[in-house]
């Protein structure tokens, strides 16, 4: 089949018809930590990641995704609640990923009262607006990271694992 993505390797079965041999092409897999200098450490998920989003379903789908990545996760519906949370947790929990645009307390406002709480905690915000926008309206509190909704399980690992090898 030309034009295909499809390798050209193919095999017939009896009464099934014709096959692409897809396994036969896949390079050998590499470790990714092959122990040369310079390289870096293989980031492993750790802790918990506490998701403050008041809907519902991104706090499931969010939550489902960074424990597909290893860590644990825990929800929030909006600010006094992550507050509370952080307040109870906070020597379980990794970083924060914040909803900007909440009801009641919303992700500007709870951001300065976590950081009062703890100058250390990581902050990662999310938002549909663009992403320069926001960093510089709350670069000044101490934002770990940004990602902008809606976001991949990638790009959300490649955000946490950001985050979390800075500071």
């Known amino acids: 089949m030309k034009g295909s993505a499809w390798p050209e390797h193919k095999h017939s079965t009896t009464d099934k018809g014709t096959i692409p041999d ?14 040369q200098s310079g390289r870096q450490e293989q980031w492993q998920p750790e802790g918990t990641i506490l998701i403050v989003d008041d809907d519902e379903n991104i706090r499931l789908i ?31 929990i990794t970083a924060v990923l914040m909803d900007l645009g909440m009801p009641g307390m919303d992700g500007g406002e709870c951001c300065r009262e976590l950081l ?3 100058s250390t905690v990581k902050i990662i915000l999310a938002s549909g607006y663009h992403e320069r926008d926001t ?3 709350f670069a000044e509190r101490g ?20 985050a979390l090898r800075s500071r």
């Open 143 to 162: 934002l770990t990271g940004f990602i902008q909704k809606p976001y991949s399980q990638a790009a959300l690992k490649t955000v946490l694992e950001t």
């Open 116 to 118: 009062d709480m703890d």
């Open 135 to 137: 960093v510089a309206r």
């Open 62 to 92: 969010t939550s489902a995704m960074v424990e597909g990545m290893g860590f644990k996760a825990m929800s929030a519906r909006g600010g006094l609640e992550a507050l509370d949370l952080y307040h109870r947790h906070q020597d379980e």
């Open 22 to 35: 897809v396994m036969d092409d896949l390079p050998e897999a590499v470790p990714s930590n092959s122990g």
